[in-house]
């Protein structure tokens, strides 16, 4: 899936690309790349309910947020509520081994400027690439099996999740960020991250030219590496419209539940 897309004065160029792998979950991942969402979800359980749930995630934002337009606020969080409701469904007919994670961008208005608000519940990740500089955007919500803490990638295949959407009481971390001119945003599932070190994503990201061959040549290297995951993996370059790069950041907030209304998203300043 590839597009030029301009919203709210902002053009962008995405694309997707995905790969399957060997596990017994393969066949779990989702995404939507719908401006002004981009959502990759990666479900968990037995009997295919993982693809069925991250399946559930996807529709949510597609019947809750309007596509051709920046989003509200409330229109992410209702999809998120509408997820952790449906993937509860799921959940609880299978003695609670159904969940999924989400991990997205959605382009919305902030103080009269465009803004990303990032959001992540479990360990797929958005990552930032910005003057030829990777950062990871959100924060895996996993525990390694065996207590200890990798380097540039994911972790184990034992990693646990520690949150999922549909589970009781489960929050999504969420951040606003200005969109900033030039900069390229990978959405991926964990198949790639379990795959591939921050190193070689980095590499990939800022020598690859359009979206479209990064995305296909970040799956490649997660396949040849052996993943035996799923691996999903979105591109989203800003052409115009955001700020000029180069402000300091300053942040505040501690996240937006997925299961309330409160506001408590952070707000990240450039």
């Avoid at 053009?11 to 690309?17: G, M, P």
């Avoid at 991990?103 to 400027?113: I, M, S």
């Avoid at 958005?126 to 996993?142: F, I, K, N, S």
Wanted: aromatic letters at 2%; glycine letters at 14%; hydrophobic letters at 40%.
């Amino acid at each position: 899936m590839t597009g030029r897309h301009e919203l709210g004065g902002v053009v962008l160029v995405t694309a997707a690309a995905a790969g399957s792998g060997a596990s017994d979950a393969a066949g779990a991942d989702a995404c939507r790349v719908a401006p002004p969402v981009f959502v990759v979800a990666d479900g968990t359980g037995p009997r295919g309910t993982g693809a069925t749930a991250s399946a559930a995630v996807v529709a949510a934002f597609t019947a809750e947020v309007p596509t051709g337009a920046p989003a509200t606020l409330d229109h992410v969080r209702r999809a998120l509520e509408r997820a952790h409701a449906e993937v509860g469904a799921l959940a609880r007919d299978t003695a609670g081994r159904t969940g999924s994670t989400v991990t997205g961008a959605v382009l919305t208005v902030h103080e009269g400027r465009p803004h990303w608000l990032v959001l992540n519940v479990g360990d797929s990740r958005v990552y930032r690439l910005l003057r030829g500089e990777l950062h990871r955007l959100t924060v895996d919500h996993t525990q390694p099996a065996d207590g200890a803490r990798g380097g540039g990638r994911r972790g184990d295949a034992r990693d646990a999740l520690t949150r999922t959407v549909g589970a009781p009481g489960a929050t999504a971390d969420s951040w606003l960020l200005p969109v900033v001119d030039g900069e390229r945003l990978l959405l991926c599932s964990a198949g790639l991250a379990r795959a591939l070190a921050d190193e070689t994503v980095q590499a990939v990201l800022a020598l690859s030219g359009a979206p479209a061959t990064a995305a296909s040549a970040l799956v490649g290297h997660a396949s040849r590496a052996g993943t035996g995951d799923d691996v999903t993996v979105v591109v989203v370059d800003v052409l115009s419209g955001g700020r000029s790069p180069g402000l300091d950041d300053t942040s505040r907030g501690t996240g937006t539940r997925t299961d309330t209304a409160d506001d408590d998203t952070r707000v990240v300043r450039r």
